[in-house]
Nanobody, 126 residues
């Protein structure tokens, strides 16, 4: 059974950095796509960054140049390095995975993913 466990969330001031980690057990990183999503109450869950098994990556426009998604296959861990954080980045961040192949235009679409972590809170104060 695949299990995803996020960590690394917290509270920072605007301009600060955080690195989120997602420890994946029972998941083959070569099998599909993994991504980071975020959600604030009352809003849809949005895809922030995603990575495919061939290392193709995609980012939401607001994260480009500030966030970096990466994988350490030896450690079975997905990361999201977040720099220059802004108050509008405040949300619960979720790690997600799928064993199905992801087309490039779908890679940040939540419906593609069928495995989810429990989420970690990120709060950025001004």
């Amino acid at each position: 059974q695949v299990q995803l466990v996020e960590s690394g969330g917290g509270s920072v001031q605007a301009g600060g950095s955080l690195r989120l980690s997602c420890a994946a057990s029972g998941y083959d990183f070569r099998s599909g796509c993994m991504g980071w999503f975020r959600q604030i109450p009352g809003n849809e869950r949005e895809g922030v960054a995603a990575i495919r098994s061939d290392s193709f990556t995609a980012y939401i426009d607001s994260a480009k140049g500030r966030f970096t998604i990466s994988q350490d296959i030896a450690k079975n861990t997905l990361y999201l390095q977040m720099n220059s954080l802004k108050p509008e980045d405040t949300a619960v961040y979720y790690c997600a995975a799928t064993t199905r192949y992801c087309l490039s235009h779908q890679i940040r679409t939540k419906e593609v993913y069928n495995i989810w972590g429990q989420g970690t809170q990120v709060t950025v104060s001004s």
